[in-house]
């Protein structure tokens, strides 16, 4: 299943680069949040929707790009959860810190993930425990790593007062910027040791993330230690979290 999903995803790369690298148009929308949507979110979603449905056709999908409602999901407890294109807004920024994200979601933890950089080809995997990094036909294993003083990633796009606060009172750290599912990656990989997020984030920005960087040793845990849950609920919001080693 796991080659199957990567596969998936770098089909789905594809289609996103076309539009990146100017082959396709841009066509950008803003949705009723005002974040915005690009002809490469829904090449990169149909081409992912028509993939899964053909390979696991009971298995049901959530995806940034066509949410069900809350009526047709409320009861799901094995679900494909999707974010086509994570990190919008760095696609727009031509920065290169966007992924492709496929997570299944098992009574509400995700059991497989799959983050996908298109433009350098480096897919971030994992299943059954384990994690892996494939760069240039390599693949590795990979796992959380200590160091002092920590690295702590941040995101790109949302340094709010909350976090400003809170890395002011961390002690002795450095910090780096990043984009996207990134940020799980990183922790998952053992180039950096904390991410914390206060602000806003949906069930599709973390479920991929979550699983490689879970399989890779680290906590996913919100505020009052509880690991994120991705059991169906009304709203899509997650509550803040921190990715960690401990």
Known sequence: MLEQICQLARDAGAEIMQVYQGHQPLNVMHKKDDSPVTAADLAAHRVIKQGLSALFPAVPLLSEEDPPSWQVRQHWQRYWLVDPLDGTKEFLHRNGDFTVNIALIEQGQPVLG???????GVMYAAADGKAWKEEQGVRRE????????????????????????YLHQLGEHQTVAVGSSLKFCLVAEGKAQLYPRFGPTNVWDTAAGHAVAAAAGAQVNDWQGQPLSYLPRESFLNPGFRVSLF
């Open 114 to 120: 799959v983050v996908y950089v298109p433009v350098t």
């Open 142 to 165: 990979i796992k959380v790593q200590d160091a002092r003083p920590p690295l702590v990633v941040v995101s790109r796009s949302h340094l709010d007062s909350e976090l400003k606060d």
